[in-house]
Structures are given as C-alpha cells and as structure tokens.
C-alpha cells in the first residue's frame, strides 16, 4: 500500500506545471498497471516512472487507489472519445463504424479496464466509473435504436434500452474474445457479422452482398 501520507489533503493542480505534473503521474501509473499489474503499482514506483520525488505523488493523489480511479476515467474518457460515430446518413453504416470504433477503442483500453473490474466488484466508485462507461454505449444505442423505429426502420415492439443493453453485451463480449482471449479473428469480417447481427436484430434491412 506504500508508505502513509502526512502530508496535506491533495487539491487539484492549478498550474500548467501542476497538471503536467498531475498527468505524468497519471500516465506513469497506467504504463506500470498494463506492464506489471498490480505487484508493480505502487506510490513509489509510480514517482520514479514520472520523475517526480515521493512526496510529490500525495500533492495531487490521496492514495494508489485514489490514483487508479483516475487513471480508469481517464481510460474511459479516451474511449468515449474514440467511439464517437460521425453525423453518416446511412443507418446501417452508422452500425458497423460504431461497432468497429468500439472494438478498437476497448483494445487500447483492454489491459486497464481487465485489471479494475474484478475490484469493481470490492470498490463503488471503480464499478461506477465502469457503469459510465457502459452507460454511455447504452444510451448512444437506445436513442439510435429509437430514431430507426421513429423512421419504421426498425421493429416497433422492441424496447430500446433493454434492446440495447442485449446488443451491447453482444458486442462487448466478443471485444473481450479479442482482448483477452487473443483469439485470432478477423476484426473486420468480426465488424461485418456483429453489424447484420445488430441490425436483423432490430429488423433494419441490411446491403446485399
């Protein structure tokens, strides 16, 4: 757990130092998490990987895990960001890029979000920032799921949230077949047959071919 802190409660860096600071130590810490685990993660160990004095990591942090809640926000910001899908006309089309920005997005964050969810289980504010996360996909699903029924593309009788979280586990387990597992797939051909599934599921007509 590292040495106790004496010193004062963090505050938030107000700075451009601070927050370089603040991020170096924030990067440091995830670089250690996705190399070495949780044996690595340390207080001390995250300082020298930043560069910074011991000290220092208690001017912006309140403890390790006050840390990794950061750093998972931070993954899951990054990954919200990726998955955005832009403004495309063609409903179809607008599943399969939403379907491969978000297995490209959990890859870059795989090794993070692996290591925090089994704490989620111990830790309320890891599972919420977990839930965020999902949230997010969710909701970006049932609003789009709403939009096709509103246009009679898509079966009336579904209800669109529990129509998304259904599909959105669909895709989010196979993500974790290729993050974690490494089976060796084709993530195109994956995108391609995640995408028809999504879509006959919901009744929206799919290109032929």
Same mark, same amino acid.
């Given at each position: 757990?590292? %040495?106790?802190?004496?010193?004062?409660?963090?505050?938030?860096?107000?700075?451009?130092?601070? %927050?370089?600071?603040? *991020?170096?130590?924030?990067?440091?810490?995830?670089e250690i998490i996705e190399e070495q685990g949780w044996a690595g993660f340390t207080p001390e160990a995250v300082t020298q990987a930043a560069g910074v004095s011991y000290g220092t990591f208690y001017t912006y942090f309140e403890s390790k895990d006050d840390l990794l809640r950061k750093i998972v926000k931070a993954a899951a910001d990054e990954m919200i960001a990726a998955s955005r899908v832009p403004d495309l006309d063609d409903?179809?089309?607008?599943?399969?890029?939403?379907? %491969? /920005?978000?297995?490209?997005?959990?890859?870059?964050?795989?090794k993070v979000l692996r290591m925090v969810e089994h704490g989620a289980y111990l830790d309320?504010?890891? /599972?919420?920032?977990?839930?965020?996360?999902?949230?997010?996909?969710? %909701? /970006?699903?049932?609003?789009?799921?709403? /939009?096709l029924q509103t246009a009679g593309l898509a079966d009336a009788d579904? *209800?669109?949230?529990?129509?998304?979280?259904?599909?959105?586990? &669909?895709?989010?387990?196979?993500?974790?077949?290729?993050?974690?597992?490494?089976?060796?797939l084709d993530?195109?051909? &994956?995108?391609?047959h995640l995408s028809r599934l999504w879509a006959?599921?919901?009744?929206?007509?799919?290109?032929?071919?």
């Open positions: 757990m590292g %040495r106790a802190r004496t010193n004062p409660a963090p505050t938030a860096p107000t700075t451009a130092r601070g %927050r370089r600071t603040h *991020d170096a130590l924030i990067a440091a810490g995830r409903p179809y089309a607008r599943i399969v890029e939403a379907n %491969r /920005r978000y297995l490209a997005a959990t890859g870059k964050a795989a309320d504010n890891l /599972r919420g920032l977990l839930l965020e996360i999902r949230e997010f996909y969710v %909701r /970006r699903s049932e609003e789009g799921i709403r /939009r579904l *209800d669109p949230h529990l129509t998304a979280i259904a599909l959105g586990g &669909m895709v989010e387990q196979v993500a974790v077949i290729i993050n974690e597992l490494r089976e060796p993530t195109e051909k &994956m995108v391609d006959s599921a919901i009744g929206l007509r799919t290109p032929v071919g």
